[in-house]
T-cell receptor, first 113, second 118 residues
Framework: DTEVTQTPKHLVMGMTNKKSLKCEQH?????MYWYKQKAKKPPELMFV???????INESVPSRFSPECPNSSLLNLHLHALQPEDSALYLC????????????FGPGTRLTVL | GENVEQHPSTLSVQEGDSAVIKCTYS??????FPWYKQELGKGPQLIID?????GEKKDQRIAVTLNKTAKHFSLHITETQPEDSAVYFC?????????????????FGKGTLLTVNP
């Protein structure tokens, strides 16, 4: 299995809702990432987990809360989002050690009303 | 921190022509340079990469060159086809340390919209 899967594909939520995005990989990778991508822009790094521990937090607002329950799963919990948080949220994974390729999932298209 | 500049922002070619996209990076500590292709509504797909100890790498119609001295790297696509139409991102990666641990961190260029006209 050489892919990163993300659910849901699309999500519409109100500013008072709580929702979660999910990401899964079965490539044995020990690093997992959350990126945010606005239209016509490159992905922006939000969080990095290495060996299930938060390694990089790019000063993301606390309304985004990451969780890495195990080496194959990555969640992003959303609460009290703003309309400007509407974007494509991408998950990626990579091996740690010699190889550095990052493999991206298809993303979750989030719309905040 | 690292800064990656990418040019051009848009590129239109005729089918069968070659396409070249160029990137420059600022931090000499960067040592891994991947290229991603992103089609509309999809996640970025890694198409080729190069490490700092290599000057050129080729995979069928795609090649990447790296000039460490000048801190620039380029993507070359030959015999372009309409299905090559997409946004292409270059990136630079370096080892990143902080109190939470260490990891490779990618810095992306702004992207190039490539259109291949039949």
């Amino acid at each position: 299995d050489t892919e990163v899967t993300q659910t849901p594909k699309h999500l519409v939520m109100g500013m008072t809702n709580k929702k979660s995005l999910k990401c899964e990989q079965h490539m044995g990778h020990r690093a997992m990432y959350w990126y945010k991508q606005k239209a016509k822009k490159p992905p922006e790094l939000m969080f990095v987990y290495s060996y299930e521990k938060l390694s990089i937090n790019e000063s993301v607002p606390s309304r985004f809360s990451p969780e890495c329950p195990n080496s194959s799963l990555l969640n992003l919990h959303l609460h009290a989002l703003q309309p400007e948080d509407s974007a494509l949220y991408l998950c990626a994974s990579s091996p740690l050690g010699g190889s550095r390729e990052q493999f991206f999932g298809p993303g979750t298209r989030l719309t905040v009303l | 921190g690292e800064n990656v500049e990418q040019h051009p922002s848009t590129l239109s070619v005729q089918e069968g022509d070659s396409a070249v996209i160029k990137c420059t990076y600022s931090d000499s500590a960067s040592n891994y340079f991947p290229w991603y292709k992103q089609e509309l509504g999809k996640g970025p797909q890694l198409i080729i990469d190069i490490r700092s100890n290599v000057g050129e790498k080729k995979d069928q119609r795609i090649a990447v060159t790296l000039n460490k001295t000048a801190k620039h790297f380029s993507l070359h696509i030959t015999e372009t086809q309409p299905e090559d139409s997409a946004v292409y991102f270059c990136a630079a990666s370096m080892w990143h340390w902080n109190s939470g641990g260490s990891n490779y961190k990618l810095t992306f260029g702004k992207g190039t919209l490539l259109t291949v006209n039949p």
